[in-house]
Nanobody
Framework: QLQASGGGLVQPGGSLRLSCAAS????????IAWFRQAPGKEREEVSC????????LYRNSVKDRFTISTDNTKNTVYLQMNGLKPDDTAVYYC?????????????????YGQGTLVTVSS
C-alpha cells in the first residue's frame, strides 16, 4: 500500500516535498516512481528511482528542479520539487512495480497509491 502526501498550494518559484509511505513493500525489490496528472491531460511519469541501485530517471521538464530519493529505514520515497511552475499543477501519485530498475518514462507500473494535489499559482 502506498500513501502520498505533502501536496498543497504554492506560488511560482516555490518548493514542496512530497512523501510516499509504503507498507508491505520492500523498496530494494522494486522500482518506485512519481507520476502526475494535470486536468484534462494524460498521466505522465515524472521521475523514477531504482530500488536495486538507486539510479534515477527524470522527465526533461523537471530535470534540475525535482529530486527523487528514498529513506529505506522509513520505507518512504520523496520528491523534492523546487522552482515550481504553473505547468507543474497536477495530482501527483507514487507507484511501484517490479523489476527494481527504471527502464524508461514509458515503463508500466501496476501499483499506485492515492494522489496528492499540487497547485502552483500566484
Amino acid at each position: 500500500q502506498l500513501q502520498a502526501s505533502g501536496g498543497g498550494l504554492v506560488q511560482p518559484g516555490g518548493s514542496l516535498r512530497l512523501s510516499c509511505a509504503a507498507s508491505g513493500v520492500t523498496f530494494d525489490d522494486y522500482a518506485i516512481a512519481w507520476f502526475r496528472q494535470a486536468p484534462g491531460k494524460e498521466r505522465e511519469e515524472v521521475s523514477c528511482i531504482s530500488g536495486r541501485d538507486g539510479r534515477t530517471l527524470y522527465r526533461n521538464s523537471v530535470k534540475d528542479r525535482f529530486t527523487i530519493s528514498t529513506d529505506n529505514t522509513k520505507n518512504t520515497v520523496y520528491l523534492q520539487m523546487n522552482g515550481l511552475k504553473p505547468d507543474d499543477t497536477a495530482v501527483y501519485y507514487c507507484a511501484t512495480d517490479w523489476p527494481p530498475s527504471c527502464i524508461g518514462l514509458d515503463q508500466v507500473f501496476h501499483y499506485y497509491g492515492q494522489g496528492t494535489l499540487v497547485t502552483v499559482s500566484s
